[in-house]
């Protein structure tokens, strides 16, 4: 359990450039796409989609050798907390890969006033694909599956929120 809050409580400290970025940018997208302004929404949308995955790239990379440093601040030396959660984050690291385009997501379809679609993103990245993977993977995999249940979970919403970008492509022209 110990190693389990580590790893959420660093989850949260890390994707918050995520969200910031994510809530910083909502006004613009929102700005532009009321104005009817679609070649400034297109780029704006080209901009955000690099500057996600570099940051995610980024994040992923530092997180694999930076997790036993991560580890370290909250557990200390004990040793068995310590190589759970460096092992856990050894694997939990990837759904930084994922999770940021996925808040992106989630914050420009609420800019652009569709919070169904933003909540239905956030809904399932957050709670129903988690609950699932924790309920069936420790099943086959036992505590790595705990570990994988969140990058699951955020690679599972990252395909339903590109099948959503490209759903509503046509209607709102951000691509």
Not at 16 to 42: C, D, E, Q, W
Not at 45 to 53: H, K, S, T
Not at 103 to 126: C, D, W, Y
Request: positive net charge; hydrophobic residues 55%; contains cysteine.
């Amino acid at each position: 359990m110990a190693a389990v809050t580590i790893i959420i409580y660093s989850q949260f400290l890390l994707i918050t450039m995520y969200i910031g970025f994510s809530m910083g940018v909502a006004p613009v997208i929102s700005y532009n796409y009321g104005s009817r302004n679609h070649v400034r929404l297109k780029r704006i949308f080209r901009i955000c989609i690099g500057f996600i995955l570099l940051c995610s790239v980024t994040l992923f990379a530092v997180s694999i050798p930076g997790g036993q440093y991560i580890s370290r601040i909250f557990a200390g030396q004990e040793a068995n907390v310590f190589e759970i959660t460096r092992y856990g984050f050894s694997i939990f690291s990837f759904s930084f890969l994922f999770c940021g385009f996925n808040i992106f997501a989630s914050a420009m379809f609420t800019a652009l006033s569709n919070g169904k679609i933003s909540a239905i993103i956030s809904f399932l990245r957050t709670l129903v694909f988690i609950t699932a993977g924790l309920l069936v993977l420790p099943v086959f995999l036992n505590v790595t599956g705990i570990w994988l249940a969140v990058p699951l979970a955020e690679l599972l919403a990252l395909i339903v929120s590109a099948a959503l970008i490209l759903r509503y492509r046509t209607h709102y022209q951000y691509l």
